[in-house]
């Protein structure tokens, strides 16, 4: 199979977005999360058999794999250092400073579901099926510092941000945002949940098929802005562009849509034929999406067991 390269070339755009094409795919056993490392130059998925590793080429075997004694379930790569943080079926969060060489942090007493670092301070957070939020140092002693009980059953989505801080989103259908210690309801199960590349922006994927565009305030709940229906059958994954025009959704219907995310939020909705673009090629769920840090590709994991890159 054919490589292709990971920085892509062409920018996509508003204008350009229903051009985008498959460029290629590889086959994994249940794919829980893509996630390119800052550069972009690395792509990582979280899968069955750990997390496989691909390195300035897409295609066939990846590069190399972290190994995880059951399913990993997560994926974040430090910002600034050379560290990668993955969460895992077995409970542990691993912080890789080698390929071949993981910390374990013993903290969760249930897999752990989503891990993020923190743009700008040495903190990673980790949350879990046992519903614990849990901040760690990355640099040694590598320890636990503060775990929060905000949910009453399992985290499903964890992001950070440096304005606004932690927010979890969860199986109870509600949204917990850290800076304003706030808990406010969704219709259904949170799936997902990410913020703006500027910080400005709260989206939300439920299970009740629609996204959600919140937004951030310094003090009380964020105020909702949009909501689009998304996707028939549950709205399961999120991603936004680097510069913030676009918003890519993944759902049950096994489709990927893309939105103008000014044109949503001036009208407070959208449906799905209100999309820019629709990608079809997985026959079973999206359950992970991710643009690449150069805005040159677009990088989606399903339930059928396939990654699929997408670009112009």
Known sequence: MRREKLQGVAVLTI????????????????????????????????????VAMYVNGFGGAPTYTLPHPAPAKSVAFHPKKPLIATGCKDS????????????????HTDSVNSVAFHPSDDVLASGGSDRELILWRTDPPYEETTSFLKHTDEISSLAISKNYGFATGSWDKTIYLSLNDVVFPHDDWVREICFSPRTEILASASKDGHVRLWQLK??????????????????????????ETLLATGGRDNLIRLWDVQKVLGAGKAEMQDAIATLQGHNKPVLSLAFNPAGTMLVSGSGDNTVRLWGL
Not at 92 to 107: E, F, H, S
């Open 15 to 50: 204008e350009n977005a229903a051009q985008l094409k498959e460029l290629g795919q590889v086959r994994h056993g249940w794919i829980t999360q893509v996630a390119w490392s800052p550069d972009g130059k690395v792509l990582a998925v979280a899968c069955g058999q750990g």
């Open 218 to 243: 310094t003090s009380g709940e964020p105020a909702h802005q949009a909501v689009i229906a998304a996707h028939g059958g549950g709205a399961d994954s999120i991603a936004f562009y680097p510069d």
């Open 92 to 107: 542990l969060v691993r912080l890789w400073t080698t390929p071949d060489k993981a910390i374990k942090l013993r903290g």
